[in-house]
């Protein structure tokens, strides 16, 4: 078993192990206590995982109740949050009891939103199901939910507990949904990592969850690389922010489709466009956008922007991370470098390579 510690305002263990979900019952219960826990999951998950996880967790000694959302980022909504907290409330939760997400990231973000709201706090339990998850938003404390006017505007920092990452649970995970957490996995090697960009190319994502070892590695990669940059700026003040690669540009498409376009697609597409338009400005030399493309071509991922510079300029205006008129973007400057860079947002459509 890998375990990475997290070092923020509160620390945490991230326990990375195939066959780990079968055991995580006495995990949950040593990390969090309490007498209740409820299992915050989707109507795609929760009929392959949680009677499973309810059994697992009985016999931890908890009493489980369990909040199914319609699958999908529609419904990381204000309606399901009161939900949730609705739910807490009337079941007579108490700040000692937990509540454990079993899903993805839109799964986590409400989930742990919800945890963090309720009696100003609560245990906090993460099972992330998919790849996204596990490498990425299961990690770190950021929660959400989406605003008609942009992507994940309302949320809070709220550490969870602990995080159990089986890579075994992603067999059951549909194709797309892999190469959607694949786009973050990437991510990682692009800003921090030329060795982990380089194993990805021997990656098959049709086999990645049988391959014990090589799954085992590459998402603890990933989740020391988190580690380590949140570890040093939990509150997304500075450093934190390159975790953002791409990510202006795809919370853009994402609103733009209206969330039809997934998170990881939107992600690809994203750092593709801004590494092009870095390696026209001389930021980046060519061959970083030559291989990053190769990379993601390679494993299927779609490269080419589905909306028009000006659509994504107006979509921008309301990123989170636009600052006064500014916004900070992340800017490649090779396999495994990164810099911030402060923009005028008017600016921002010389960084959108088509």
């Known amino acids: 078993m890998s375990i990475i510690t997290v070092k923020n305002s509160k620390t945490y263990n991230v326990h990375i192990e195939t066959g780990l979900f079968k055991c995580c019952g006495d995990l949950i219960k040593k990390a969090c206590g309490g007498e209740k826990i409820l299992i915050v999951s989707d109507d795609n998950v929760y009929p392959i995982y949680g009677k499973v996880l309810t059994d697992i967790l009985e016999k931890a000694g908890y009493k489980v109740c369990s909040f199914v959302i319609e699958h999908g980022e529609k419904s990381k909504n204000i309606t399901n949050l009161a939900g949730i907290l609705s739910y807490l409330a009337q079941n007579e ?15 986590g973000d409400l989930g742990a939103l919800a945890a963090g709201m309720f009696n100003r706090g609560i245990k906090l339990a993460a099972i992330p199901t998919s790849l996204l998850a596990m490498v990425d938003s ?4 950021k929660t959400a939910i989406d605003l008609p006017e942009g992507k994940n505007l309302a949320g809070m920092f709220y550490q969870p507990d602990i995080v159990i990452c089986d890579p075994a649970m992603l067999r059951t995970l549909p194709y797309e949904f892999m ?13 921090k990592s030329e060795s982990l960009f380089k194993k990805l190319n021997d990656v098959d994502l ?81 061959s970083c956008y030559a291989d990053l493309l190769k990379l993601t ?56 390579g088509e």
């Open 179 to 191: 190469k959607d957490g694949f786009a973050e996995v990437i991510k990682y090697g692009v800003i």
């Open 138 to 141: 299961s990690v770190g404390g």
């Open 93 to 107: 939760f108490t700040r000692s009891d937990c509540l454990c997400t079993l899903g993805g990231g839109v799964v």
């Open 297 to 352: 071509e390679k494993h299927g991922m779609a490269t080419l922007l589905p909306f028009e510079k000006s659509e994504i300029f107006n979509a921008a205006l309301h990123d989170k991370k636009r600052k006064g008129n500014s916004i900070t973007l992340v800017l490649p400057l090779g396999i495994g470098e990164c810099e911030l860079r402060k923009i005028p947002v008017e600016e921002i459509t010389e960084y959108i």
């Open 206 to 286: 049709k086999t990645f969850a049988d391959e014990k070892e090589k799954a085992e590695d590459i998402i603890s990669e990933c989740v020391a690389i988190k580690r380590d940059v949140v570890g040093e700026d939990e509150f997304d003040n500075g450093l934190r922010q390159i975790l953002n690669f791409g990510h202006t540009i795809a919370h853009c498409i994402e609103l733009l489709s209206n969330y039809e376009i997934p998170h990881g697609t939107a992600v690809s597409i994203g750092m593709v466009s801004i590494t092009k338009a870095s390696a026209q400005k001389d930021i980046c030399p060519e």
